[in-house]
């Protein structure tokens, strides 16, 4: 059975026979508001039914609807436009009831675009059918499953510290607040415990954070229902953390408690916890048959419970209007959606690999120019550091002064991790820069990926240009989904509107002697290199890796890019080369001026018997194994290719083409690596002499066998030998 067409038929019915559920007389609301509420209400409950028509006859794709949660018209209007709104996916009556707070907003034109999947829909350009608008400070939201709360969690930890240190690109006012919203079983899911843990341990110390989160409880995820009080027994005793419940049925209630909730919010910048408990009408989706796995009695006591026949008895009671002139009010907005739906579904869509990839990339934006510090001032910050600088390095010293250097020209810079601060990160890398620039730019961050990265991605959306930390590359598979399903996505899906830029430093790849074994010596980039829309950068030597990192945060800033910056551990403190004392992997800090601009490659020797292309680490076997097999009469050259995503495939053919046989030298496994696609990208060049040397496809062990599953000098220099035809 059709479960719209009864509720729809029901509504119909109960308003004809003046059959409304019984509750309390408002007393919240003004008659004006209640008639306000209701129209948004009915846009809602109308939109969800012309996109199942449209489903119907081939016009509308894939939908999620709103009805039973259309109570959420009353968050909107307890909070202001300029309070940024992370939405749960039924949340239409929300973004109906902001864009009435908002002159010249047209939502059911916008939503209907969305459905139809048109170019011209306003928000994702026709790429997702999403909640959101820039105009509306509504950051589309693709997720099911709470994943946009840590970024939420960012945000609202942001305005605080725009507060503080104002970024040139802040988008809301300081006395905002953030609202997400999510569903009571994605309230289970570990991101959303995780998120809410974090906003618990923010306020627990008194730092501000303007939170609201908002748990829609229908009492059912899909087809498994949540126990009942299992919402307010989770989160009704959180230490820092506000409670406040509902009845989202009852419009004029829930309007009174979310005006106390954002006022509490708003005035105590602590986060709060509302819990409005909804229905759910016409099963989870589109393509649910809900009366598959729910008893229909269950069905029949929601679809009785529909908050619009709340809503019409509020009108009722308070005099506002009777249940004769609201239904007609439904029916006006019921015509006017399939009016404007049979103008969308003939507007231009998108069609081209090209249409739809095209906002994977930010735009550009405008930045302020920086003329940096004044030489007295960045004097006094160095120290000694000052003098050091004029002498060779390893990695990690001249990393920690590359950041110093970002931080003292681009205020907006903010470094978030784990031990980063007092203790300067488990290498040391960001050793005094706490001291130089305070616990608001060098963030000590609790022990939670997916908190860090939500932190970054929420700073990004306000303003700044965050640089966090994972400690190790095998810590980022707790959270990659936060790159993967959130900072990836948001400017495709949002069509350029909003973006996330951030620089996100990551310790990894293997050769770490006797340490850690395969957590802390991880050789795998695999779960970043499938993500469309990232740079990965991977640098080699100290100097590489400052002016490399200066690209990164210049992309980030002005380019509004997703940059990955893994650092190879072991080349951290690395000094010599081919001999001991040799100090031949040391280098000085490069002048401010040097940076290594986005898809340049290192090229070292002129030879063409062989080329061998590499990064991080293998570039310095390999530069070893080049001392070797030039003594051997095999004249090499070794080519960085630093930047691993997007991979520089023009200039690597270019500096491969010249060459009798290429190596490829890659530390990552051999599934699933880098090498595949070079292997490929040089094939389909007409090499015919390739070749590639890479890890087994095995975990490394803590010990003396740390690197036996990794390339080595002798390997890399047997490859070459049999590649080039000698087999001595």
């Known amino acids: 059975m059709d479960r719209a067409a009864i509720v729809h038929e029901n509504f119909h019915r109960r308003l004809n026979e003046n059959d409304l559920p019984s509750g309390p007389l408002p007393h919240s609301a003004s008659q004006e508001q209640l008639i306000q509420l209701f129209r948004a209400q009915c846009l809602s409950r109308q939109l969800d039914r012309t996109s199942r028509?449209?489903?119907?006859?081939?016009?509308?794709?894939?939908?999620?609807?709103?009805?039973?949660?259309?109570?959420?018209?009353?968050?909107?209007l307890a909070l202001r436009p300029s309070d940024m709104a992370f939405?749960?996916?039924?949340?239409?009556?929300?973004?109906?009831?902001?864009?009435?707070?908002?002159?010249?907003?047209?939502?059911?034109?916008?939503?209907?675009?969305?459905?139809?999947?048109?170019?011209?829909?306003?928000?994702?350009?026709?790429?997702?059918?999403?909640?959101?608008?820039?105009?509306?400070?509504?950051?589309p939201q693709t997720s099911t499953i709470a994943s946009?709360?840590?970024k939420a969690v960012g945000a609202a930890y942001s305005i605080g510290l725009a507060k503080r240190n104002r970024p040139e690109h802040v988008r809301m006012p300081s006395d905002a607040i953030v609202m997400c919203s999510f569903g009571d079983a994605s309230a289970n899911h570990s991101t959303a415990q995780g998120a809410i843990n974090t906003a618990c341990w923010t306020s627990f110390q008194s730092v501000p954070l303007p939170l609201l989160f908002v748990c829609e409880d229908n009492g059912i995820g899909i087809s498994t229902p949540t126990p009942q009080g299992w919402i307010a027994a989770n989160f009704a005793q959180r230490p820092g953390l506000r409670y406040f419940t509902c009845d989202g049925l009852n419009a004029d209630e829930t309007l009174r408690v979310a005006q106390e909730a954002a006022a509490y919010v708003r005035i105590r910048r602590k986060p709060a916890f509302f819990h409005v408990r909804t229905v759910r009408l016409y099963g989870h989706a589109g393509s649910d048959i809900e009366i598959s796995y729910?008893?229909?009695?269950?069905?029949?006591?929601?679809?009785?419970?529909?908050?619009?026949?709340?809503?019409?008895?509020?009108?009722?009671?308070?005099?506002?209007?009777q249940p004769a002139e609201a239904l007609s009010i439904y029916e006006e907005t019921g015509a006017l959606c399939r009016r404007i739906a049979d103008q969308v579904v003939t507007r231009p869509k998108l069609r081209t690999a090209l249409d739809v990839s095209a906002s994977l990339v930010p735009p550009v934006r405008d930045c302020a120019p920086t003329n940096g510090p004044s030489a007295s001032t960045r004097a006094a910050l160095l120290g000694s550091d000052l003098r050091a600088m004029t002498e060779p390095?390893?990695?990690?010293?001249?990393?920690?002064?590359?950041?110093?250097?970002?931080?003292?020209?681009?205020?907006?810079?903010?470094?978030?991790?784990?031990?980063?601060?007092?203790?300067?990160?488990?290498?040391?890398?960001?050793?005094?820069?706490?001291?130089?620039?305070?616990?608001?730019?060098?963030?000590?961050?609790?022990?939670?990926?997916?908190?860090?990265?939500?932190?970054?991605?929420?700073?990004?959306?306000?303003?700044?240009?965050?640089?966090?930390?994972?400690?190790?590359?095998?810590?980022?598979?707790?959270?990659?989904?936060q790159l993967r399903g959130e900072a990836a996505t948001l400017s495709f899906f949002s069509n350029g509107q909003?973006?996330?830029?951030?620089?996100?430093?990551?310790?990894?790849?293997?050769?770490?002697?006797?340490?850690?074994?395969?957590f802390h010596n991880d050789n795998s980039l695999a779960v970043l290199r499938d993500i469309p829309g990232i740079i990965i950068a991977c640098p080699s030597r100290g100097d590489d890796a400052v002016a490399m990192l200066r690209e990164a945060v210049r992309l980030a800033r002005e380019e509004q890019r997703v940059v990955v910056f893994v650092e190879p551990i072991a080349l951290y403190q690395t000094r010599d080369l081919h001999e001991a004392g040799d100090n031949g992997w040391l280098s000085s800090y490069p002048a401010p001026q040097r940076r290594i601009p986005l898809g340049e490659v290192g090229v070292a020797g002129t030879g063409t018997d062989l080329a061998i292309v590499t990064y991080g680490n293998g570039r310095y076997l390999s530069t070893q194994a080049a001392k070797v097999l030039d003594a051997a009469g095999i004249k090499t050259r070794v080519i960085d290719m630093r930047w691993l995503a997007p991979m520089p495939q023009d200039t690597l053919i270019a500096h491969t083409r010249d060459?009798?046989?290429?190596?490829?030298?890659?530390?990552?496994?051999?599934?699933?690596s880098q090498s595949e696609a070079l292997v490929a990208l040089f094939s389909e060049a007409?090499?015919?002499?390739?070749?590639?040397?890479?890890?087994?496809?095995?975990?490394?062990?803590?010990?003396?066998?740390y690197a036996a599953t990794l390339p080595s000098v002798d390997g890399i220099v047997a490859a070459a030998k049999a590649l080039c035809g000698d087999g001595s």
């Open 53 to 76: 028509d449209m489903q119907k006859a081939g016009q509308g794709f894939y939908t999620i609807g709103s009805s039973g949660h259309e109570g959420m018209a009353a968050v909107a």
């Open 87 to 139: 939405l749960h996916y039924r949340d239409a009556a929300f973004q109906i009831a902001r864009a009435g707070q908002v002159p010249g907003q047209t939502p059911a034109w916008d939503i209907l675009l969305s459905f139809a999947a048109s170019c011209e829909d306003p928000i994702s350009g026709g790429r997702h059918k999403v909640l959101g608008s820039d105009a509306l400070n509504i950051p």
């Open 148 to 150: 946009h709360l840590p």
């Open 294 to 321: 729910r008893a229909k009695k269950a069905i029949e006591a929601d679809e009785a419970n529909d908050p619009l026949l709340h809503s019409v008895r509020l009108l009722r009671d308070s005099g506002a209007c």
């Open 393 to 481: 390095q390893p990695m990690a010293r001249l990393i920690g002064w590359a950041l110093t250097d970002l931080m003292l020209d681009h205020p907006e810079v903010v470094l978030a991790g784990e031990d980063i601060g007092r203790k300067g990160g488990v290498y040391g890398v960001t050793q005094k820069l706490q001291a130089r620039f305070g616990a608001d730019r060098v963030i000590d961050t609790l022990l939670d990926e997916q908190a860090i990265l939500g932190l970054a991605i929420g700073l990004g959306q306000n303003g700044f240009v965050p640089v966090p930390e994972i400690q190790f590359l095998a810590y980022l598979h707790n959270a990659e989904d």
């Open 498 to 518: 909003y973006t996330n830029p951030m620089v996100l430093r990551i310790a990894g790849l293997g050769y770490q002697k006797g340490f850690g074994g395969h």
């Open 659 to 672: 060459c009798a046989a290429t190596l490829v030298v890659d530390e990552c496994r051999r599934t699933g």
């Open 686 to 705: 007409g090499h015919r002499n390739v070749s590639r040397v890479t890890a087994e496809d095995c975990f490394i062990a803590t010990g003396p066998a």
